[in-house]
């Protein structure tokens, strides 16, 4: 039950529960993802039967209320299944993230009745997969100049527009899809596959993200009935609410990714000889471990009082911005220093790292860039807003 890089003793902070339900995907990674990983990493593939494994596991809707078939967990223990799962790959990280905070989330939070009791159950279980339609061709840090649009024509809506960069979009059964009325206001629209004028085109040739399918949605004139619209909350404030709630969740998986490394890194460093000596035995080699306990020690910390925060219901976007950005550069940074220590053994997938590196260059750029978080947080600070 214990897990391995706790410097500061935090696993005390933790419920038995939180610490079952670490093992528990801790166990489901080491069956299920790591002995495929790196073989779908090279091949650009994602494995279909995964969702509903994933819904088997536990691991859609996991903080959604038992009545639409999710686990009524906190938020911590969401933080630690998305830790463990990108400990495994980010990529798979991605697809567990989407389905939770920006399929499900706003499905429970701004759907009516018949619309949660309709999808909900479904994606819990994993027997649908969704996507989350927010960033366009000309429109990524800047989402309220997004061009996709609808037009009302009796009990149906028309919509008309395109949307880029979309996680699990060839694959996705429903699309969470964020458009503007003839009053410029944003609404969230359940998009169905096999809508007529609906099509998904897969992005090729990613260098990052290479277990996770990205793609584009495209609307030509699409019918889709009124009732598909998430009915209780509408402007930009609405699909921000669900970047906020996965970007929490990105602030837990950057640990898993830097633990991953970081142990990758300090067992090759025990091991490999150089100058008739371990390379652990290097002063240079030691303050890079070090340093990675160190940023990792912080980043855990910011993970459980987010957590705390979160699960009053007081944790803040500018919060939030702080810990993704803060806990994605240290694993960016880690994954990169790991690879140095590794040597050329670290530009192979006999080991994780250079895949991890390359995938974090996708999780430091979505759900808000890096220097978008850190205007977040200037405005925060001063008050004043400095990206537009
Ligand atoms: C693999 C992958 C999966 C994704 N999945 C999804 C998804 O499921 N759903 C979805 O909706 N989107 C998704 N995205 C899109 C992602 O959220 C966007 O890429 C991101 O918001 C940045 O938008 P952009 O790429 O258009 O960059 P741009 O907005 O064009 O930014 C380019 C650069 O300019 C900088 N910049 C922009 N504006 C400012 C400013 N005002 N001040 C200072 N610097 C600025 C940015 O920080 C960045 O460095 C995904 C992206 C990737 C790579």
């Known amino acids: 039950m214990k897990t391995e890089v706790d410097f500061y003793e935090i696993d005390d902070l933790f419920t038995n529960e939180h610490k079952l339900i670490r093992s528990s995907v801790r166990d489901f990674v080491v069956s299920q993802i790591t002995p495929i990983i790196e073989d779908i990493a090279q091949k650009a593939v994602f494995p279909l039967d995964m ?153 090729k040739n990613k260098w990052s993200l290479r277990t996770s399918i990205t ?29 906020d709630s996965a970007r929490y969740g990105i602030a837990w998986g950057a640990v898993g990714v830097a633990i991953d490394c970081y142990l990758t890194a300090k067992k090759y460093a025990l091991e490999r000889i150089q100058f008739g000596k371990p390379i652990a035995s290097f002063q240079l080699i030691q303050k890079k471990l070090a340093e990675m306990l160190t940023d990792i020690t912080k980043a855990q910390l910011i993970c459980w009082q987010l957590g705390n925060l979160k699960n009053k219901g007081k944790a803040t976007t500018a919060q939030i911005s702080l810990a993704k950005r803060n806990n994605v550069e240290i694993a960016i940074h880690i994954a990169r220093e790991a690879r140095q220590i590794l040597g050329a053994m670290g530009i192979v997938s006999d080991y994780p790292i250079m895949r991890h590196l390359t995938n974090l260059e996708s999780v430091i750029t979505y759900e808000g860039t890096h220097d978008i978080h850190l205007l977040i947080l200037g405005k925060e600070i001063t008050g004043i807003q400095a990206f537009c």
């Open 215 to 243: 793609g584009e949605l495209v609307f030509d004139k699409v019918r889709v009935p009124k009732s598909n619209i998430l009915p209780l909350k509408n402007g930009l404030g609405a699909p921000l609410m669900c970047l």
């Open 51 to 203: 969702p509903k494994k994933m819904g088997e596991m536990g691991l859609f809707g996991c903080t959604i209320p038992e009545i639409y078939g999710g686990s009524g967990l906190d938020y911590i223990s969401y933080g630690i299944m998305m830790q463990e799962l990108e400990r495994g790959d980010s990529g798979m990280r991605s697809v567990a993230s989407v389905q939770n905070s920006l399929v499900m989330y706003p499905i429970f939070k701004f759907g009516n009745e018949l619309q949660k009791h309709k999808y909900l159950p479904n994606l819990a279980s994993g027997k649908i997969l969704g996507c989350f339609g927010l960033t366009e061709p000309n429109h990524g840090s800047d989402p309220n100049g997004m061009q996709t649009r609808f037009v009302e024509d009796g009990d149906f809506i028309v919509l008309s527009g395109s949307k880029m960069w979309i996680s699990n979009a060839p694959i996705a059964d429903i699309a969470i899809v964020w458009a503007k009325d003839n009053q410029d206001r944003i609404h969230g629209v359940i998009v169905e596959k096999g809508m007529e004028g609906f099509s998904a085109p897969e992005i």
